[in-house]
């Protein structure tokens, strides 16, 4: 699998980007016209610059703010920023100075946001918090009056998705739900190819992603690991691929069956495999932290692969580390202990609205990490398959690169590289590879696609790729139902979910 360069459409057999008729029209406008927040649908530049206010100092909020002080300085203004800790707000003051800004950014508390909102004129407020936490900030913000751009995923639940949809209703504003993957160029090709007709009409799609032991990992040692944050993984992550997928066949998912559980982390499952007594948590002071692990390759007893020291990466030890004291939000946390409430490992059945039958499995404890999905159709089939750490081996040094994704790294072993490869077959015909185009940064470049969508205002896309809430609710409904299903053992219908808005098109 090679690193590919360069785009294509080959043999000119993709038609043009069909246009989406329904509700999805409404979000991509709306995600336009929040570059405007006096509500022009596709602004060339915004008058002013957007004043912003964000809300969640965590990890992700760095990539916003690089971009208000970076790229986007001329069309966006960070006005205030606001966590539940004011160590991480700390960590920002310092990181916003060294990126030269000069003047001064507000701090509020996260129950002044409304106040804060109308005090100082807020266009739009940034979301980077906890999941659970999103449906109570964008109503919020909704009903201040701002504009809302929110993290992934748009909510854990039912409740949630109702609350946002009513809210979006009453007030008429905007919310941009920021789904980076369709701007990965890769799945951006394979857009192209699908909305192009290149494989005819899609019937089919078998869609798997594996979380490898570092960064699958990493959702069992913090707030992810239970379902009452996170919605569990089929929310938290899923919703990521569910909206690839939604957006890729453009269609609506309209029933899941979904089976699954935690089979592989926890203090149960570790039990049973023989694991013996386990620290707590990673950022110990024992020296060795070796629970007995042994590399059969030497003998020789090496550190726990699972153990996460915050101490030996800058960012882990200033952001979280440092600033336990002021809430007790332990970032390391053993991924073998008791206490998880999400599952590793699931298997999914979607139907959709057009017919289609999508069949999509994750697991988190994979050797490797990346993802493989074939779409057939009428006239073919298309596969794409992505590597994005060939191998994890005792690699503590690289250990705090969670996301390969995100942060490149060259880990590979003899059999295995990372790359990604999409190729091409129609009935009858040889088959053949897609050339791709990758830009700098995170998501092979789809980061500064979606930031430069996002504070420039996106103009037409082709390809349909800024989403709204209808989008990250259609994404998260697979997920609800999924759980649901979990529970019972049953197949759910989206539309049984009471999600406060009909997901199916041309209503
Ligand atoms: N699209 C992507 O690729 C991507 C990647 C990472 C995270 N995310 C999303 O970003 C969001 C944040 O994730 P993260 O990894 O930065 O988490 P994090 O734990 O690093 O950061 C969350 C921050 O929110 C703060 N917080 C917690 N509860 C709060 C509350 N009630 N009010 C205000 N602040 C509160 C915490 O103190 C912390 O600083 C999540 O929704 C996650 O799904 C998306």
New binding site residues.
């Given amino acids: 699998m090679g690193n590919t360069t360069n785009t294509a459409n080959p043999g000119g057999r993709a038609a043009a980007a069909g246009s989406r008729v329904d509700a999805d029209a409404a979000a991509a406008a709306a995600a336009a016209a929040v570059a405007s927040p006096a509500g022009d649908p596709a602004p060339a530049a915004p008058a002013k610059r957007a004043r912003i206010a964000l809300?969640?100092?965590?990890?992700?909020?760095e990539m916003y703010i690089r971009a208000i002080y970076g790229k986007h300085s001329d069309t966006a203004e960070l006005v205030g920023l606001?966590?539940?800790?004011p160590g991480?707000m700390e960590y920002y003051r310092k990181l916003i100075q060294e990126l030269g800004g000069t003047r001064q950014v507000k701090s509020f508390e996260?129950g002044q946001l409304t106040a804060f909102i109308r005090d100082n004129a807020i266009d739009r407020v940034v979301v980077?918090?906890?999941?659970y936490?999103?449906a109570d900030?964008i109503v919020e913000g909704l009903e201040a009056g701002a504009d809302v751009v929110v993290?992934?995923?748009l909510t854990i639940n039912a409740e949630g998705c109702r609350r946002i949809t009513d809210a979006v209703a009453r007030t008429g504003r905007n919310v941009v739900v920021?789904?980076?993957?369709r701007y990965s160029p890769r799945n951006s090709a394979l857009k192209e190819i699908i909305q192009g007709g290149v494989i005819g009409k899609v019937t089919s799609i078998d869609f798997s992603w594996v979380l490898d032991t570092v960064h699958g990992a990493d959702y069992f040692r913090?707030?992810h690991r239970e379902k009452e944050n996170?919605g569990g993984l089929l929310i938290?992550k899923s919703s990521?691929h569910f909206d690839l997928v939604n957006w890729w066949i453009d269609d609506v998912p309209e029933r899941v069956f979904a089976s699954g559980g935690l089979k592989f982390y926890g203090d149960k499952n570790a039990a049973q495999r023989g694991l013996g007594a386990r620290p707590e948590r990673g950022t110990q002071d024992s020296g060795t932290q070796d629970s007995g692990t042994q590399d059969s390759r030497a003998g020789e007893a090496v550190r726990d692969p699972f153990v996460l020291d915050l101490r030996e990466d800058d960012k882990l030890r200033e952001?979280?580390y440092e600033n336990e004291h002021f809430?007790g939000?332990r970032?390391d946390q053993d991924v073998f202990t008791g206490g998880i409430t999400i599952e590793d490992n699931l298997a999914l059945v979607v139907d959709y609205q057009g017919g289609q039958v999508l069949s999509y499995s994750l697991n988190a404890h994979s050797p490797w990490e990346g993802y493989r999905v074939a779409v057939n159709g009428t006239e073919g089939r298309a596969e794409l398959e992505v590597v994005e750490r060939a191998a994890v081996q005792n690699s503590t040094d690289k250990k705090t690169v969670v996301?390969p994704?995100?942060t490149p790294v060259q880990e590979e072993d003899a059999v295995r590289h990372n790359g990604e490869r999409l190729v091409v077959q129609r009935h009858w015909e040889a088959a053949y590879e897609v050339p791709i185009i990758n830009g700098e940064g995170g998501?092979g470049g789809g980061d500064e696609l979606l930031l430069s969508d996002l504070f420039n205002g996106p103009g037409e896309d082709p390809l349909g790729r800024p989403s709204g809430y209808l989008d990250g609710v259609r994404s998260v409904s697979v997920g609800i139902a999924g759980n649901e299903s979990l529970g019972t053992g049953l197949p759910v219908r989206t539309a049984d979910l009471g999600l406060g808005v009909d997901l199916r098109r041309g209503q």
Avoid: Q
């Avoid at 809300?55 to 909020?61: N, Q």
């Avoid at 920021?178 to 993957?181: D, G, P, R, V």
């Fill in positions: 809300i969640g100092a965590g990890g992700r909020s606001s966590d539940v800790n991480r996260p980077t918090t906890p999941d936490t999103h900030y993290e992934k995923p920021t789904f980076n993957y913090r707030w996170s938290h990521h952001l979280y809430d939000y970032r996301d994704s995100g998501h």
